[in-house]
């Protein structure tokens, strides 16, 4: 299927002509000028859905990362499980509005609620697991959802190394007590804790409107 994209301006000028104003020459040369037809097909939208959907959780990741990391710098590992339960959403939020999409981290092993998987999102980490657990190569996803009007992108996190075990490792031997005291208190339904390197942590999930994607192309 082909996909035509008429720049906003001609619908301005449309509406414009309609009401009985007249648009002077000049104006419809500069929108010849600068209009260019695009002819899309799903597998280019797709493609660059997928392009997108990376660069936005890869953007995501680094925020939150980088300010974990000054976090615990400047407060330890029990500050930084603060400074998660106030700033975690508000980063992604953040994101979210600056490129007109929806992004979450989701879980079955979550940490804060709002981080439960739907249903679709359930069944992409089911398998995220299964690969993970099978030493499979987990590869981004990006489905159609909403009567194809949007995708769904998705990606998995995996524990890269032992700084993240001061939150998510075993209680018994790489969680400080101190630590532990703050996650039960935040976190009282908290499912989090008990990883190890390598293991699936959970995974992004961007929400992406096709006509976002055709905007941007």
């Known amino acids: 299927m082909k996909y035509v994209i008429l720049p906003v301006l001609i619908l301005f000028l449309m509406s414009s002509c309609g009401s009985g104003e007249r648009v002077s020459k000049d104006v419809f040369d500069d929108v010849n000028e600068a209009m260019e037809v695009k002819k899309l097909n799903e597998a280019e939208i797709y493609e660059a859905a997928m392009i997108w959907g990376d660069s936005i959780s890869t953007e995501a990741q680094k925020q939150l990362i980088g300010q974990l990391q000054n976090a615990i710098a400047e407060k330890g590992v029990p500050g930084a499980i603060e400074f998660c339960n106030v700033q975690a959403l508000p980063i992604l939020e953040e994101v979210s509005q600056k490129y007109e999409v929806e992004v979450r981290r989701v879980s079955n092993r979550y940490r804060n609620p709002v981080d439960q998987p739907s249903e679709m999102e359930q069944r992409i980490l089911e398998t995220y697991e299964y690969n993970v657990e099978n030493e499979l190569e987990s590869t981004p996803n990006l489905q159609k959802i909403d009567d194809g009007e949007a995708y769904l992108y998705s990606k998995a ?29 935040l976190y009282p339904q908290d499912k989090a804790t008990g990883h190890k390197i390598g293991d699936l942590r959970g995974m992004w999930s961007v929400k992406i409107q096709k006509s976002e994607v055709v905007k941007r192309m």
């Open 157 to 185: 996190i995996v524990i890269p190394g032992g700084l993240c075990l001061n939150c998510h490792g075993d209680p018994q031997k790489d969680i400080s007590e101190e630590t532990l005291e703050k996650i039960n208190s």
